[in-house]
């Protein structure tokens, strides 16, 4: 993100609701209102949170309820949104079409007459302030879009400890690429710098955040729902993870993304609040990842590695994302070969069955 161009002072805007009570209009009019952000005939990606192919009830994807109120408010304005975003493993339509349907978004696309996109062809970029990434392919979905509103979720993420704003872009790197910066970028603090070096290509023109009903524990994926009942909008990615911590009693600094920012000075000095703050929206016990026990205890301890459990179905998809290699389907099960793995979980994500937990191998 360039310094230059990024208030001192951010609004974070932050509403108690639910989805079936979703108010958008209440939660961005302190920012300005839909209309300073879209303008008649832009067409507006709605750059969703779509991991993997997922009911909405997991709470892995950005909730349908909130992307058809969001999508509302822009067609009221004259807006074309489209919705979008490049899910783990390859990037084909197929893989699509079974994320959109699972996901409920079929059905709302229909019922409000707008576009799912299925192009998946992607073109090289530069970075111009990139720390780490100094080029990188991204879709064209992306790059074709006149506004960007992006839908992240507040999730745990058992690599980088919460998948929130910061990381929300990173879909716009296409399928298996994506697998490849893991191990291009094995260390975390070089991973998160990675991301924001992502986030700096094409910054959403507004962020709303589905925090109705979240994910804790071992996400993004295989976590649990949890009941959380607010909505965030901000146009500053670090401002709203920064609120979310103070809402979750997480230390921001324990988030790599969120310290790789204080470090590139990205934080803000201040960030007003026009609606709720955090402090009014607490939640205490939220369960951070068991990869991040070192958060909760202040004890570094050995990290913990994929196990392929019982529930393994040998359907192959960790086998195809592994970065490393690392993972071979024998016996009609998933096998790790430690001596490969770097720890980067994409398995843990990736598996449709929760069928890989993550355990200290002695
Ligand atoms: S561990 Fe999961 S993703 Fe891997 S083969 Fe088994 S069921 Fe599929
Ligand atoms: S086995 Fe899993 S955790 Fe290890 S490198 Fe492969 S995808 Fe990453």
Redesign the pocket.
Known sequence: MDDTKRANNPLVSIQKSTYANIDVESLVNPLGGFTKYIHSGDRVLLKTSLLIPSKPEKAVVTHPAVVSAIAQAVLKIGGIPYIGDSPSGQFTKRRLEKTYTKAGLKDLANKLGIELNYDTSSQKVTIPNGKKLKKTILCNFVLNADKIIALPKIKTHTYMIMTLATKIMYGVIPGLTK?RY??MFFKKTAFADMLLDVLSVRKPDLIIMDGIVGMQGDGPSGGTPINLEVLLASEDAVAMDLAVCGMLGIEPIGIPTLRQAKIRKLWPAEISYPLLSPTDVRYTGFLLPSTADYLVTGRKKPKR??VPTEKCTACGQ?EE???????KIINQKAQ???T?????????E?CPYEA?KLEVIK
């Open positions: 697998a893991h191990s590695s994929p960790c994302i592994c970065p490393k290699k690392a993972i790790v070969d430690y490969k793995c770097i720890q980067c979980y994409c398995c843990h990736t890989i």
